[in-house]
C-alpha cells in the first residue's frame, strides 16, 4: 500500500520551508536564551519555558532558546520535581536569562507521566515517565525496571508474566530501537527477560516514540524506547542506593571541576547464588546464577557553547550448574552481556545553531560451554558495532525550527563458533562472520504557521551494504539451497538497499485546551533477530539483511483527539493507528538456528497489519494521581507456507489491555501505590487431534513400537486464560522534612495481591490408562512479597 508520493511529500517539504523562512523574514524579531539548573547547578533537561502561549523544551544542556517579537511577556518556567517559577518580563533586544529552580517540598503533586505538551505539541505517540516515579510503582522482588513500566502505556504490551519482551502496535521485539544515552541496546534484558539491564538508580527518564517516529530515529518498524541516565553532582560528592531481596544498588556522584564537571557511577549485582551457597552449601556446591551492571557517566562543561560528556555501560548474566552422578560429571557454564561506550560533543553556534556529534561503541556477546564426561562443546556468538553521528538544530525564529542529521554504523555480525572435543580428538565448527555497513541521513521542519496549525514534516533516508569477507549459501529460484556456496572478498558488496523514510505530523488546535493530531511514518528495518522464544533471549542472533533476507518495512497512519480539563489537571488522548508490515520473518517448526551455516534456509518470509484504537487518561496533580489506559485492537500475520496461506494471529495479538496506575499520598511520610493490569489471553497453537505412528519393532519385547503425532488444523486458534493482576506498594519516609543529608526510606510491594494463577504456559498431558489428553497449565508467579531500603547521602 503506498499511503504517500515520495516526489510529492518532498516538494510539500521545500513549499513549508520557503513559505516559514519568507513569513519570517516579515517581522523584526529579538533573541531569547533562558538557562534552567537545580540548586546543584546541574542542567534541568526537562525543564519548560513558557513566553506567553509559546511553550519551549530545554536542550539537554538546560537552555531554552526563542526568537520572538519585543513586547511583555509573562514567563514561567517549570520542571518535574521543582517549584515553578513566574515573573513578567519586557523584552526589547536580544536577552540571556539564568532561573535556579528550587526542589517542591509537595512530594503529594509530582506528576505521573509527564505530557504538559498534551495538546500544543505537533508530535503525536511520545510520553515520558521520571526515575522518580519508577520507584514508587510496586515490581516483581523490587526490582525497578522501566521496561516493565511502560508497558503500563496503551499501544504497548508485555510478552506476558515476568516477560521482557516488548511489543509496541503489533511490532515484534526485535522492532523496538531501544537507547541508553543514544547507544543502541541489542539484549536489554537480564535473567532470560524477567528484568531489564536498567538499574533504576542511574536512570533519570524514559522516553517512548509509539507513533509518528521524528526523522532523526530509524532502523526499526514500531518504537524507539529511549533510557536517559542522569548526570553527577557539579557542588557536592553524594551516594544513593538501595537494598532489595535479590539485589543492591549503589551510586556515587562527585564533582571533578567545581560547576564545571562532574562523574557518577552506578552499579548493582545480585546475590542470589551467595544467599543459595550460605544456606545450602553443601546442595548447592558451585552451582548458580548472578548478573550485575555498572553505568558511569562524566561531563565537563568546557565554557557556556561547549560541553563534553562521556558515557559507559557494561554488563554480564553468569549461570553456572555442575553435577556428578555414578562418577558421570556434566558441566555447563553460560555468560553474556552488553559493553556500550559514547563520546559526545555539544556546542551552540550563535544564538540560532547548535550541534551535537558523537561517537558509539557498541558489544554483545555470548559464551556457553557444556561438558558431559570426556566430551565438551563450545559455542559462542556477538554482535558489534562502531558508530559515527551528528545531528544540527537551527532556530529560525518562533514559528520554525530545522532539525537534520547523519550517522554512520560498521556492523561485524558473528553468528556462531563452535568446538567439540571428545577424549584428545578436537573437532571445530565455524560459522562465518558477516559484515556491514549501515548510513542515514535526515532533515526535518518543524513550522507553525498560525496559533491553530502545526506541521513536522521530514525525510530519512537510509542505506545498508551488506560485504564481505564472508561465505554464503546459494539458493535456486525457488529459494531451495544448490549446495554450492560463493565466497566474497573483504569489502566485496553482497546486497545492497536504500529507502526514503518520509515522517508527517500535524496539529491542528479545536480550543485552547483541545487539538487534533495525525501522522504518517515509514520506517525500514536491516537488522532482523533469529528467534523462536517469547523474548529476546541470549541465544537469539541478529542477522544482517542479504539477498535473501528482504529489509522489514512498516507504514503507520495514525490519527488522535487531545483534551485538557479541570485546570490543566487532567489530560485526555484517543489514538487509533493502523499499521502494515512487509517482509516480516518467521522459522520453520523445529529450525536449528545454533551453528548453522544455511540458517537462510530455515526462514519464511510474509507480511502483516496491526490496528486499533487507545485510550489514555490522567490525573497529574494532588493527593491522588494516575492513569488509565486502555487499548482495543488486533494484529494479524500472513505466510504463504504458514497457515494455508490464510491470516491468523500474532502469537501476542491481544483484543483488550487495560492497565490503572494509582498514587495516593496518605500523608507526609506513607504514599501508596497500585496497578491493576488485565489483557487478553495470548494467541496460542494447539492440537486437534493426535495419531499413533508405527516407527519399528523391539526384538528384545516381541512388540511393534509406536509413537505419538500431533495433528494442527491452524496457527493461533486458541487463546489463553485472560492475564490479570494487581499488585501495590506502600512507601515510608522516616523524615520527609528533615534537611539533612543522609535520608532513606522503605518501599513494601506485594507481586499479585489476590494470588492470580497467570498461566505462562500450556502443555498436553497424555495419560494412556484411560486414552485421554488433558491440557494443563504451568503458573509461574503466586502471590510475592518483597521489601526494598533505599537511601541518600
Not at 499479585?752 to 502443555?763: E, G, H, Q, S, T
Amino acid at each position: 500500500m503506498r499511503l504517500l508520493s515520495l516526489r510529492v511529500f518532498i516538494k510539500s517539504i521545500s513549499v513549508l520551508i520557503f513559505l516559514a523562512v519568507f513569513s519570517g523574514l516579515q517581522a523584526q524579531e529579538l533573541r531569547v536564551e533562558v538557562l534552567v539548573t537545580g540548586p546543584d547547578r546541574k542542567a534541568l533537561r526537562q525543564a519548560q519555558v513558557g513566553l506567553g502561549k509559546i511553550m519551549i523544551m530545554a536542550d539537554s544542556m538546560g537552555m531554552c532558546r526563542q526568537s520572538i517579537t519585543a513586547g511583555q511577556y509573562g514567563l514561567l518556567v517549570t520542571a518535574f520535581g521543582f517549584d515553578t517559577l513566574r515573573i513578567q518580563l519586557v523584552l526589547t533586544s536580544d536577552t540571556t536569562l539564568h532561573f535556579t529552580l528550587q526542589p517542591t517540598s509537595k512530594q503529594m503533586n509530582e506528576v505521573v507521566v509527564r505530557s504538559s505538551r498534551n495538546v500544543t505539541e505537533n508530535q503525536m505517540g511520545r510520553q515520558t515517565i521520571s526515575a522518580s516515579q519508577l520507584r514508587k510503582l510496586p515490581v516483581l522482588l523490587g526490582e525497578i525496571d522501566p521496561l516493565k513500566t511502560i508497558t503500563l502505556l496503551p499501544g504497548i504490551k508485555s510478552g506476558g508474566e515476568a516477560s521482557a519482551g516488548i511489543y509496541v502496535r503489533g511490532g515484534g521485539p526485535d522492532q523496538n530501537l531501544v537507547l541508553m544515552d543514544g547507544v543502541t541496546v541489542y539484549n536489554p534484558n537480564h535473567l532470560l527477560g524477567f528484568f531489564s539491564i536498567f538499574n533504576g538508580e542511574a536512570i533519570k527518564d524514559v522516553e517512548v516514540f509509539k507513533g509518528g517516529m521524528p526523522a532523526e530515529y530509524g532502523g526499526r518498524l514500531s518504537s524507539v524506547i529511549a533510557i536517559n541516565t542522569r548526570e553527577g553532582d557539579k557542588q557536592a560528592t553524594k551516594m544513593s542506593g538501595g537494598v532489595g531481596l535479590i539485589s543492591s544498588r549503589l551510586s556515587v556522584e562527585t564533582p571533578i571541576v567545581k560547576n564545571k564537571s562532574s562523574f557518577i557511577i552506578s552499579a548493582r549485582r545480585t546475590y542470589i547464588d551467595q544467599v543459595a551457597r550460605l544456606v545450602a552449601k553443601d546442595r548447592v556446591g558451585n552451582n548458580g546464577y548472578f548478573f550485575y551492571d555498572v553505568n558511569a557517566k562524566a561531563d565537563y562543561i568546557l565554557n557556556t557553547n561547549n560541553k563534553l560528556n562521556l558515557v559507559f555501560y557494561a554488563g554480564r548474566d553468569n549461570f553456572t550448574f555442575s553435577n556428578n552422578t555414578n562418577g558421570r560429571s556434566r558441566t555447563f557454564n553460560t555468560n553474556w552481556g552488553n559493553t556500550l561506550g559514547g563520546l559526545n560533543w555539544q556546542q551552540q553556534l550563535g544564538s540560532r545553531l547548535q550541534q551535537t556529534t558523537g561517537i558509539v561503541y557498541n558489544n554483545f556477546g555470548l559464551d556457553s560451554r557444556f561438558g558431559f564426561s570426556t566430551l565438551s562443546f563450545l559455542f559462542a556468538s556477538g554482535l558489534r558495532d562502531y558508530q559515527l553521528k551528528t545531528d544540527w538544530q537551527y532556530q529560525h525564529s518562533e514559528k520554525l525550527q530545522l532539525r537534520w542529521g547523519a550517522q554512520y554504523i560498521w556492523h561485524r555480525f558473528r553468528p556462531g563458533a563452535g568446538g567439540v572435543t571428545a577424549g584428545v580428538q578436537e573437532f571445530k565448527s565455524q560459522i562465518k562472520d558477516q559484515y556491514a555497513h549501515e548510513a542515514s541521513a535526515y532533515a526535518s521542519a518543524d513550522w507553525k504557521p498560525t496559533e491553530k496549525l502545526g506541521i513536522t514534516a521530514g525525510l530519512r533516508y537510509s542505506y545498508f551494504n551488506q560485504v564481505g569477507p564472508t561465505e554464503k549459501v546459494l539458493y535456486g529460484a525457488d529459494g531451495v539451497p544448490t549446495g554450492q556456496r560463493i565466497t566474497y572478498s573483504k569489502g566485496q558488496s553482497i546486497a545492497q538497499y536504500h529507502y526514503p523514510e518520509p515522517r508527517l505530523n500535524l496539529m491542528y488546535r479545536l480550543s485552547e485546551q483541545a487539538s487534533i493530531k495525525m501522522a504518517y511514518t515509514k520506517t525500514i528495518q536491516y537488522l532482523q533477530l533469529a528467534t523462536t522464544s517469547s523474548a529476546t533471549f541470549p541465544s537469539d542472533l541478529w542477522l544482517p539483511a542479504s539477498e535473501l533476507i528482504k529489509p522489514g518495512k512498516a507504514q503507520q497512519v495514525s490519527l488522535g483527539y487531545f483534551k485538557n480539563f479541570g485546570n490543566n489537571v487532567y489530560e485526555l488522548s484517543i489514538e487509533t493507528y493502523y499499521k502494515t508490515l512487509t517482509n516480516q520473518l518467521e522459522f520453520r517448526p523445529g529450525a536449528q538456528l545454533l551453528l548453522n551455516q544455511n540458517l537462510e534456509g530455515e526462514m519464511i518470509f510474509g507480511s502483516g497489519v496491526a490496528y486499533g484504537v487507545e485510550l489514555f487518561v490522567q490525573k497529574k496533580t494532588g493527593r491522588l494521581t494516575g492513569w488509565l489506559g486502555y487499548t482495543l485492537s488486533r494484529t494479524e500475520r500472513t505466510f504463504a507456507g504458514l497457515n494455508q496461506g490464510k491470516a491468523f494471529p500474532y502469537r501476542y495479538d491481544r483484543t483488550h489491555d487495560l492497565s490503572l496506575v494509582a498514587n495516593y499520598a496518605l500523608n507526609k511520610k506513607w504514599e501508596f501505590s497500585g496497578v491493576f493490569v488485565y489483557g487478553t489471553g495470548n494467541a496460542l497453537t494447539l492440537p486437534t487431534g493426535r495419531f499413533a505412528y508405527n516407527i519399528g519393532y523391539n526384538p528384545g519385547s516381541q512388540q511393534p513400537l509406536f509413537t505419538n503425532v500431533n495433528q494442527y488444523t491452524a496457527i493461533n486458534d486458541y487463546r489463553m486464560p485472560a492475564y490479570h493482576r494487581l499488585d501495590v506498594s506502600f512507601t515510608y519516609t522516616k523524615r520527609p522534612d528533615s534537611k539533612k543529608k543522609y535520608k532513606s526510606s522503605w518501599n513494601f510491594s506485594i507481586y499479585n495481591l489476590y494470588n492470580r494463577y497467570n498461566p505462562f504456559f500450556i502443555y498436553l498431558d497424555a495419560d494412556t490408562d484411560t486414552q485421554t489428553v488433558k491440557g494443563k497449565q504451568v503458573f509461574l508467579f503466586p502471590i510475592i512479597p518483597s521489601v526494598t531500603w533505599n537511601f541518600k547521602l
